[in-house]
């Protein structure tokens, strides 16, 4: 062997000594179901589009989640699933387009959508690493578990099992009918969506420790819908045992639901309009045929008296919910992006139609003295009513009820971009890619800030999914909630406890649902 050739294979060697061996997940996995095997990049390894039960087709339209039938050979989990057949609205808006709009729209939508995915950086089966589930929001007519800024490498690499899940939307998830009630055999329908996430949740229990994770430390997460989600979830006894901390971002569902009687009325007419006249019907009619006149009806879960069986706010009221470790909060814009602000005149007769006796303290906490301050007001009740309220709500009744701790944040943080981009502030959703370690995903021009931002929250977010509390070294304190001093994290530029916000606001909500709730 030469001189020269002899030096070249040492540079070699030695270059390749310097470069750290990843060890992954041995290939494939097996589930009950049958073998997976996915795509390791870096120290990460994703599983894509792996079923966690039967597709709702055909007669199983509007049933509970059937087991998936066992596979042979090794199925490629390379790719996502097709979405839960929805519309194709596109993003929210201009302020969200860069992450919210996904490659997997592409592949269009299905009933055959009951898919997960994971992403695991174990070396070994046995780790047993923390699992966050990651339920998307939407509204319950929209989304997908393989919206790129849920991407689950980024807090994988930082230590958890990361799951991300599709359910039924719209009427394909949460129809009621009496038909359906009667054939369910628990005199219940509407709410299949929710069986869905129950159902992806028992799949984690008995296959995640093939991934390297730990079924007796399950997380369960979302925003907005999907925080409205964990709040059901909290509630349903059949979810009981299937998870052991929830996060709940900007969600919550203690200002009630329809009953299973109202659902099925709306289901009635539902089948009216299409000229179905039984469920067998309804059945056979396809799925893009259903969409068109299924909008503009209320889509999501309801109080069924099965999965859900009683109002929540009840459930938490009596000490009945699945007392778990809770984390949740809002953002300082989460009502910006909630349509245009009607003038002074408009916000002030509204407030006399909507709150009747408790319109002079309505307004006194919401004023609308001039147009521009009735555009504030406006953006504060958005945010207060719909998201501020709910999880300041929960928060309280866990505190009274429950005997885990809560941790409230309040999120105020304003990414960058052009002056269209970051007029709407730190609007509804924009935390996501801070919380899961996902800036990379979202087309923005960020910072040494945005990114410490994203670090220490992330962080947070991984330390409860391991403890049931979000504190840990090189992280500010983040103190429990107490009801005796009410008191959350502030997460932006500065990251400390700050008094509750909107405290005042808040507590007119409190008059305002107890007398809506004795009517």
């Known amino acids: 062997m030469s001189n020269t050739r002899s030096k070249t294979i040492l540079a070699l060697a030695l270059i390749a000594s310097a470069v750290p061996v990843v060890a992954a997940l041995k290939q494939p996995v097996r589930t009950k179901s049958g073998l997976v095997e996915g795509i390791t990049t870096g120290d990460v390894t994703a599983f894509k589009g792996i079923l966690f039960a039967a597709p709702p087709v055909g007669d199983l339209r509007w049933r509970a989640p059937r087991p998936a039938a066992r596979w042979s050979g090794v199925r490629q989990a390379d790719r996502f699933s097709r979405d839960c057949f929805q519309a194709k609205t596109g993003a929210f808006g201009p302020w969200s387009a860069e992450y919210i709009a996904h490659d997997a729209m592409e592949g269009g939508s299905s009933e055959d959508c009951l898919y997960l995915n994971v992403w695991t950086a174990a070396a070994k089966a046995d780790e047993k690493r923390p699992v966050i589930v990651w339920i998307h929001g939407g509204g319950f007519t929209s989304g997908s578990g393989g919206v790129p800024v849920y991407d689950g490498a980024g807090l994988a690499s930082k230590g958890v099992v990361m799951v991300t899940i599709n359910y039924r939307l719209g009427v394909f998830g949460f129809l009621a009918h009496p038909e359906l009630t009667k054939e369910s055999g628990h005199e219940a329908s509407g709410n299949y969506g929710l069986a869905d996430m129950i159902a992806a949740l028992e799949w984690v229990r008995k296959n995640i420790s093939a991934f390297g994770g730990d079924p007796a430390k399950v997380t369960i997460a979302g925003q907005s819908a999907g925080a409205f989600a964990v709040n059901y979830l909290m509630a349903s006894p059949l979810a009981k045992g299937l998870f052991q901390r929830a996060i709940a971002e900007s969600g919550g569902a203690f200002n ?32 893009d045929a259903l969409l068109p006149k299924e909008r503009g009806n209320r889509a999501g879960p309801i109080v069924d008296g099965y999965v859900v069986p009683r109002e929540v706010y009840a459930t938490f009221a009596e000490g009945r919910q699945n007392d778990v470790p809770l984390l949740t909060g809002w953002n300082q814009d989460d009502g910006v992006s909630f349509g245009e602000p009607p003038k002074a005149d408009a916000f002030r007769a509204q407030a006399k139609r909507n709150y009747g006796g408790l319109a002079d303290s309505f307004l006194k906490a919401f004023p609308a003295d001039t147009d521009a301050e009735a555009a504030r007001s406006q953006h504060a009740l958005a945010r207060d009513q719909l998201f501020a309220w709910q999880g300041r ?35 509804h959703s924009s935390e996501i890619p801070f919380a899961l370690n996902t800036l990379a995903e979202w087309d923005r021009p960020w910072t040494a800030t945005d990114r410490k931002i994203a670090e220490q929250m992330s962080a947070y977010w991984v330390n409860f999914a391991k403890n049931g509390d979000p504190n840990g070294p090189g992280l500010s304190r983040w103190p429990a909630y107490m009801r005796e001093d009410e008191r959350s994290l502030r997460l932006g530029e500065k990251i400390e406890p700050i008094p509750l916000p909107s405290a005042a606001e808040l507590d007119f909500f409190d008059q305002y649902y107890a007398r809506e709730r004795v009517r």
Do not use: C
């Not at 309040?410 to 269209?420: L, N, V």
């Open 256 to 287: 009630g639901s329809l009953s299973l009687k109202e659902a099925e009325v709306a289901g009635e007419k539902l089948a009216a309009m299409h000229a179905a006249r039984n469920i067998a019907e309804l059945r056979g009619i396809p799925s």
């Open 393 to 427: 709500t929960w928060a309280r009744l866990q505190a009274k009820t429950g005997k885990s701790k809560i941790f409230l944040y309040y999120f105020d943080h304003t990414a960058p971009g052009m002056p269209e981009q970051t007029k709407y502030g730190a609007f």
